[in-house]
């Protein structure tokens, strides 16, 4: 995967943070990252392996977790990845939860509620697909649902997203400072994809469950989602949980730089397996000694 996926790649996808981007200008969606089919899924088994071994540590080590946030406009491929990521990874260190439009016990909660409830626990990584970010992003682009939600109406006001936005931002902080790396990746589909992908939905047999009216009627709103995820990604991509921008026009390339960059934030964190104490060395031997004697 190095040998591919290097130099400038973290770098080039992560929005830097406060940075005024357009997706339309500075992101392709079409981005195949040097690669082709056969070898990025070569690198992507040698990425996972990698991941796993990672994974194992965090696990043993038990006092971190690293929290994945995918959010992306539908068709963009999150299901896949997340499935074609996290293949080879140890099921009991991983949790996935997807989150839809609230119910009215969530509604009755703060909008961060649900998903405090499905943060990983230490030793794990967990995903979220789809997240609070909904509350920023479809929430946003439809003020129908803003009127909606159970707020005392003088906090709907103007200035609600400039407040999510920093209540994110806090509330990814704390997470980080009591040991949660967070990493949030925007899967970046063009629209023209996104129609061949709709279209296959309803011409394959058994791709016809995945496809639903209402979202190719969310299309009709695809420039204000994207004016609505600009305006996201500048204000919540912090030195604490950056945001990349991945191009998911080609499934290879997302799956793959999706896996390089999670591996090599595990690889950052410095994880190892606990260190045994003295003590502890001086128990395994004896026990080594007791059942050689048995
Ligand atoms: P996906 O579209 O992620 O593959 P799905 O099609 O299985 O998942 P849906 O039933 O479409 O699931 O649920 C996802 C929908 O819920 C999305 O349209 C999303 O915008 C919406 N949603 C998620 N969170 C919220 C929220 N906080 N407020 C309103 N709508 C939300
Ligand atoms: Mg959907």
Not at 208 to 236: G, V
Not at 239 to 247: D, F, L, S
Request: proline share 4%; with cysteine.
């Amino acid at each position: 995967m190095k040998q591919l996926l290097k130099g400038d790649i973290l770098k080039r996808l992560m929005v830097p943070p406060g940075k005024k981007i357009s997706l339309k200008r500075d992101y392709d969606p079409g981005e195949k990252l040097g690669l082709d089919r056969e070898n990025a899924t070569r690198q992507l088994e040698a990425g996972v392996k990698q991941l796993a071994e990672l994974q194992d540590k965090l696990y043993a080590q038990d006092t971190r977790s690293v929290l994945v946030i995918f959010q992306a406009m539908d068709a963009a491929g999150k299901d896949g990845t997340i499935k074609h990521v996290m293949s080879g990874l140890n099921p009991q260190g991983c949790q996935v939860f997807s989150f839809k439009a609230p119910s009215s016990e969530e509604l009755d909660h703060d909008y961060l509620w649900r998903c405090s409830k499905a943060l990983p626990e230490r030793g794990r990584i967990g995903i979220f697909n789809r997240s609070y970010y909904e509350e920023v992003l479809v929430v946003r682009v439809h003020p129908e649902i803003l009127a909606r939600q159970r707020l005392p109406e003088h906090l709907k006001g103007k200035d609600i997203w400039k407040r999510r936005y920093q209540e994110i931002n806090n509330f990814e902080r704390y997470l980080t400072d009591n040991g949660t790396t967070i990493l949030k990746f925007f899967l970046n589909i063009s629209k023209a994809e996104q129609k061949r992908r709709f279209l296959a939905r309803i011409a394959e047999p058994e791709k016809n469950w995945k496809f639903s009216a209402a979202d190719a009627l969310e299309r009709a709103h695809w420039d204000a989602y994207m004016k609505a995820y600009e305006d996201c990604l500048r204000h919540t991509s912090t030195k604490w949980a950056p945001w990349y921008v991945i191009p998911a026009d080609f499934k290879p390339a997302t799956r793959l730089a999706v896996a390089f960059v999670i591996t090599e934030t595990l690889r950052e964190m410095g994880l190892h397996y606990p260190i045994v104490s003295d003590a502890a060395y001086a128990e395994l031997a004896r026990v080594k000694a007791l059942l050689e004697r048995e």
